[in-house]
């Protein structure tokens, strides 16, 4: 397995086992790199080359990847912009303690089922690449993946 192409280039194909290799693999360097995190932003380029590989062995376009990977980035961003609004235009509003801290909470609810939402679709994605079969001839992204070992 050529690990710079696994997770370096988009182009290609990997079968199932490569891709749950590649996901390990970033999963661990993720988990390492949590706490500095501007280093784990670089790896969603890693986790679109892996993805798009996939999703070619399956004969799909290598752009469905960029749905979770959007999801992931902009619905933690929108739940902190919705409860900070909340609390903004409450306050704002000249309303009393009470209702501000209940346009927060309402804020934070909504925005959990947001989030529990994107993960839902986040790990079907995950489901369905690492569980669906490639197509065994060639296709217009290349030959079909050679075994991972």
């Known amino acids: 397995m050529d690990w710079t192409k696994l997770f370096f280039s988009p182009d290609g194909r990997i079968g199932r086992q ?32 892996v993805c798009s590989k996939r999703f070619h062995d399956m004969g799909r376009s290598g752009w469905l990847s960029a749905i979770p990977v959007t999801l992931s980035i902009v619905m933690p961003i929108g739940a902190v912009l919705a409860i900070a609004g909340a609390a903004v235009a409450a306050s704002i509003s000249g309303a009393g303690d009470e209702t501000v801290i209940a346009a927060v909470l309402s804020a934070v609810a909504g925005s959990a089922l947001l989030l529990l939402g994107a993960l839902v679709i986040g790990i079907g994605f995950l489901i369905w690449q690492g569980v669906a079969l490639g197509e065994p001839d060639a296709n217009r992204y290349g030959p079909p993946p050679a075994p991972a070992f």
């Open 18 to 49: 490569a891709y749950w290799i590649g996901w390990l693999v970033l999963i661990g360097v993720n988990t390492l790199l949590f706490w500095v995190p501007f280093l784990s932003l670089v790896t969603i380029y890693c986790w679109i080359c």
